[in-house]
């Protein structure tokens, strides 16, 4: 997704946002659904440079669920990532709302769904550019199975997930319960969500959503939230 004031010229940002809410709806219409298929479909812009990754790493068992707790802050240690996370509801229009246009770095919590950590698919959504510079989500396509997402939750402990799935899929013939249902029954899943493909100058919009997959793994010790 990209980032940008909202005016007469900025069709980029609302466009993109509003792809990924449509998402988010045939997410919620289909969160129930079992027997999603996966699979990893290759990138298609100068953003995301891994492609074809062959799903061949040995992934550790699920943890067990933990309980709910609020998600502070978004950790992708192979990428560099120490994110503040910010809960996003539903705007007027039955929206789920971006993180703020003029926080970039910033990722966006769907609060009225499941907590990461907490059994079910929680789901996460930030920007992968601006007009101006790369955003916070600008490298998670090359994110690889086996690699570590951390989410520290304020009841102090850290939820540690392992990616299992990258997906590059395209709007047309999108399937929202393959990457949004369940991949297993009773884990802990995560979603981390931006724009890919290629930027349609003609529409305003991406051609397609990134979509990184982790499942609970493991639990690690307290860890501080910087004071903002």
């Known amino acids: 997704m990209s980032d940008q004031e909202p005016s007469a010229g900025s069709g980029r940002l609302v466009t993109g946002i509003a792809w990924v809410v449509l998402l988010l709806g ?8 079992t027997g999603v298929r996966e699979g990893i479909s290759p990138p298609a812009t100068g953003d995301m440079a891994a492609a074809g990754r062959p799903p061949d790493v040995r992934l550790p068992p699920a ?3 933990l309980g709910e707790a609020l998600p502070q802050r978004l950790d992708i240690p192979g990428l560099g990532i120490q994110a503040p996370v910010v809960p996003s509801g539903l705007d007027a229009r039955g929206a789920v709302e971006p993180p703020p246009f003029d926080q970039p770095g910033t990722v966006g919590w769907y609060a009225d769904g ?4 907490a059994a079910g698919t929680a789901l996460m959504v930030g920007h992968v550019d601006t ?4 955003a916070v989500f600008y490298r998670i396509s090359t994110l690889e199975p086996g690699e570590t997402i951390r989410v520290v939750r304020a009841d102090g402990e850290t939820a540690e997930f392992t990616v299992d799935d990258i997906q ?3 709007r047309d013939g999108f399937d929202a319960r393959q990457a949004y249902g369940p991949r297993s029954a009773g884990r802990s899943e995560l979603r981390l969500i931006t724009c890919g493909g290629r930027f349609d100058e003609a529409s305003n919009s991406y051609t397609a959503n990134v979509i990184v997959s982790a499942y609970l793994t493991g639990t690690g010790p ?3 939230v910087p004071a903002p």
């Open 222 to 224: 307290q860890v501080p």
């Open 131 to 134: 007009e101006t510079r790369p």
């Open 168 to 170: 590059v899929l395209p």
């Open 26 to 33: 045939l997410w919620l219409w289909g969160r129930e659904a």
């Open 63 to 65: 943890h067990r669920p």
């Open 114 to 117: 499941v907590t990461p950590g």
